[in-house]
């Protein structure tokens, strides 16, 4: 979504990079570039100037002129500015104190309320909450089913009284009738949260905005949550504008982040509104929904990376008694087997897209041409290898010979090279995490504290350090042996006593000794 905004942004600052000190015309020259990104990304020219003052003065405060490094301050600067302008702190949901809790929606027909009713129904499941779905939406065709399906996949039941517009066939109903009833049901049936989808339009009409305010009227919702399309550019300022004189609605929820339009409506309607962004939608799976996090999004367009949301992810799909089981397989030599591989594989894929997990790294915008081309049946292809394999191969991947590697190419359909870059990948990958896991840190990296591989292979050693307990190699000549013998005996005799130890094994006098110490008079009770 925020692609073009985030590489204008990249090249701007890598043209400060080096500079010691910021004149005035890198200051301006940094804004003018600033104005140019956010103006093409579609962000409404008000908040534009708004941003672009904010960090101008900024820039040329002490902050920046005092800097060590003045280029990486105004990064620093521009996240905070765009923190601001996204709302700041991330705004949750307000639940009732009694009752159900009550969420009216409303929006645009194609903004994907109907979509986002059955997301956010999911989300608040996760919450350990037991909504239920409300389908008030009874002008749009097959709205009513839409809503029952979604319900049914994600486990939430539906209260659908009226049957809508279906099959050409136009029935009548009151969606106010159908908001009110919804309330009483929910208290019967004992449901805490109540999400109701209303009906859209194609453009803003008093008909829309009278049934919305007569639903918000009829129900009193605890949250009125605004649906907007991310993807219409310009036209989501205005539009929501319009519902926030019309209806007015106390959040805003973005669909469609996952797009390729300029993402310039998430900058500009908080600004423009002054309710905050509460929701954001980025996929088509009941899962990709979350809260929006307003420091989050700002990291994602300057390339910082989201490795709270990667975390959060993580901790909700990884089987933590099964990753502490492979972790302490790692810890003994050979423990890590192909299945163990297998199964941390089907975690990772729990986490969704390959390419939205690494686009959540740091750094990794400048690699977007090669994160869009990663082809993401890669890992069905490696499970249907290693699940052509037998338990034993498996479990011992040495076993696998020319013939059983045939045997599972034909398996898996894939080529016997795909499987020797499997095994082999598979038996380099598995010596690094031993050797991390052990402490050794990289293997083969020389002279690196913490790194491991300390020394170089085949590197020349101490003398001290060859054999066992620092000992010297012993001759396999009988009389050249015998020869050593002696003269290390001779040097053990001619070798000066130990002054840490009692040679003659006699018990010591130890008050004597703290006597020819001269210490202290007080310091006698701590020797007894």
Do not use: C
Request: net charge neutral; aromatic share 4%; charged share 25%.
């Amino acid at each position: 979504m925020f692609a073009t905004l985030s590489d204008r942004l990249a090249d701007t600052f890598k043209n400060l990079r080096g500079k010691g000190r910021l004149s005035e015309a890198d200051i301006d020259a940094t804004a003018r570039e600033i104005r140019i990104a956010l103006l093409e990304a579609d962000v409404a020219l008000p908040v534009v100037k708004e941003f672009v003052g904010a960090v101008k003065e900024r820039a040329r405060g002490e902050e920046v002129s005092g800097a060590l490094n003045p280029a990486q301050q105004i990064i620093k600067i521009v996240h905070e500015e765009l923190v601001a302008i996204l709302g700041g702190e991330t705004r949750r949901l307000r639940y009732a104190k009694s009752g159900p809790t009550v969420i009216l929606l409303a929006g645009l027909q194609g903004a994907g309320k109907t979509t986002l009713a059955a997301k956010l129904a999911l989300w608040l499941k996760d919450q350990d909450k037991t909504p239920m779905l409300v389908a008030a939406d009874l002008q749009r065709p097959n709205a009513v089913q839409q809503l029952q399906v979604n319900g049914e996949r994600v486990g939430v039941p539906v209260f659908a009284p009226e049957p809508g517009n279906a099959q050409g066939v136009e029935h009548g109903g009151d969606p106010v009738e159908v908001a009110r009833a919804s309330i009483e049901e929910a208290k019967r049936r004992l449901h805490d949260v109540v999400i109701i989808d209303t009906a859209g339009r194609l453009g803003v009409d008093e008909t829309l905005m009278q049934q919305a305010a007569d639903i918000r009227d009829a129900v009193q919702p605890d949250e009125v949550l605004f649906v907007v399309d991310a993807m219409i550019g310009q036209d989501a300022v205005t539009t929501a504008q319009a519902f926030l004189d019309g209806v007015g609605y106390d959040g805003v929820v973005l669909t469609k982040l996952d797009g390729d339009a300029r993402g310039g409506a998430a900058l500009s309607i908080r600004s423009i509104t002054g309710k905050p962004v509460m929701f954001a939608s980025s996929g088509e799976k009941m899962t990709d929904f979350d809260l929006f996090h307003p420091d989050r999004m700002a990291s994602r367009i300057l390339d910082m990376g989201d490795m709270l949301t990667l975390i959060e992810q993580a901790e909700k799909a990884f089987d933590s008694e099964q990753a502490q089981a492979a972790a302490a397989k790692l810890g003994t030599k050979g423990g890590f087997t192909l299945e163990d591989f297998l199964q941390q594989m089907m975690q990772i894929r729990k986490l969704g897209s390959m390419t939205k997990i690494m686009g959540m790294l740091p750094g990794m915008g400048q690699f977007r041409d090669q994160l869009e081309n990663f082809d993401e049946r890669e890992i069905d292809r490696i499970q249907a290898i290693i699940q052509s394999m037998t338990p034993a191969e498996r479990e011992n991947p040495k076993i696998i010979d020319g013939s059983r590697r045939a045997r599972i190419a034909a398996g898996s359909g894939r080529q016997v090279s795909d499987v020797n870059q499997l095994v082999d990948r598979f038996f380099e990958a598995r010596k690094m995490m031993e050797s991390m896991a052990r402490g050794g840190g990289m293997p083969g990296m020389p002279g690196m504290p913490g790194l491991g591989g300390g020394k170089r292979a085949g590197a020349r050693q101490p003398a001290q350090a060859k054999g066992k307990k620092g000992k010297k190699r012993v001759s396999g000549n009988p009389a050249k042996a015998a020869q050593q013998k002696a003269a290390q005996d001779a040097a053990a005799a001619a070798a000066p006593a130990n002054p840490f130890g009692n040679p003659d094994g006699a018990d010591l006098d130890y008050e004597k000794a703290a006597e020819q110490l001269n210490l202290p008079k007080d310091f006698s009770q701590f020797l007894k």
